[in-house]
């Protein structure tokens, strides 16, 4: 599996499909696993590289969110102790999540190695600010809901690293797929997150490249920003500049089709929001 980025503690993974990052950090006496993902050998990879990089150290598997491509590698880790939050553990759409799972397994004929579950949590995140202490790192969660209801930020300053699960990608606008006044509320803590953690330097997102800078990070929430603006006029009080607007920040992130197919799911998201 491809490597995208490495320092000498972290290791970012990089998956064939949607540019999907999984990430392995070294916390000395532990280890660390990120959202493994998507192919049978992609998360074989991450594993033997667990096994061999990381051999006899206690492993933590941190869930950033429910999306079925990030929880599919869960049971090649179930040795691990799983952190979430407190939405994902105790969530209703379990047994929808896994059928995702299997559906995608059944349309291109993909066995594997390990059962289909859905994570069982043991360090439950419900609020922000909760720390973990692990091999002498704090880490530092923070909710972040919007994308989904369950999502999850990860700070560890020791490390200047911020892993930010489908949030504040360089590759993709913001995809609303629970509430569209969550995600505006989880861009806004972003920003107090970056000015409280003076040291952060880099960003894993959930899909696409790592920020390396404190600059490139405040440009992406700078982006997210607008575009959440911008679809809000757009959609609320149909201002037709603003959606050229928006048709033009989209495609500096690409010239995919499924990013505006992904725009236009969300004007629906935030339609929904103004008729309640």
């Not at 970012?12 to 998507?38: A, G, H, K, Q």
């Not at 720390?131 to 990860?154: M, N, V, Y």
Request: overall charge negative.
């Amino acid at each position: 599996m491809k490597i995208s980025w490495q320092t000498p503690e972290v290791t970012v993974f990089e998956s064939s499909l949607y540019r999907t990052t999984s990430t392995v950090i070294d916390l000395r006496d532990s280890v660390m696993i990120v959202d493994p993902n998507w192919l049978p050998k992609e998360i074989d990879d991450i594993f033997e590289f667990v096994q061999t990089e990381h051999r006899n150290k206690k492993q933590f598997l941190l869930f950033t969110h429910s999306d079925y491509d990030h929880i599919i590698g869960y049971g090649k880790f179930r040795d691990a102790v799983v952190i979430s939050t407190d939405v994902l553990a105790q969530s209703q759409k379990k047994e929808a999540v896994l059928k995702q799972i299997i559906d995608f397994d059944n349309e291109f004929y993909i066995s594997r190695s390990y059962p289909i579950l859905y994570p069982v949590t043991d360090i439950m995140i419900v609020k922000d600010m909760e720390q973990l202490e692990i091999g002498g790192f704090d880490i530092i969660f923070f909710k972040s809901p919007g994308h989904t209801d369950d999502g999850i930020f990860a700070i560890i300053p020791q490390l200047q690293l911020w892993i930010a699960g489908d949030y504040l990608s360089n590759i993709e606008m913001p995809f609303i797929d629970h509430s569209f006044e969550a995600y505006k509320n989880t861009v806004l803590k972003s920003e107090e997150i970056l000015k409280t953690f003076a040291d952060i330097r880099y960003l894993i997102p959930g899909h696409g490249d790592v920020a390396k800078s404190r600059h490139e990070i405040l440009t992406r929430i700078k982006n997210d920003t607008t575009y959440l603006e911008l679809l809000e006029l757009s959609t609320m009080h149909h201002d037709k500049d603003a959606e050229i607007k928006i048709h033009h920040l989209i495609s500096q992130y690409s010239a995919n089709p499924t990013l505006l197919a992904a725009h236009y799911k969300n004007k629906e998201m935030v339609s929904e929001t103004a008729r309640l």
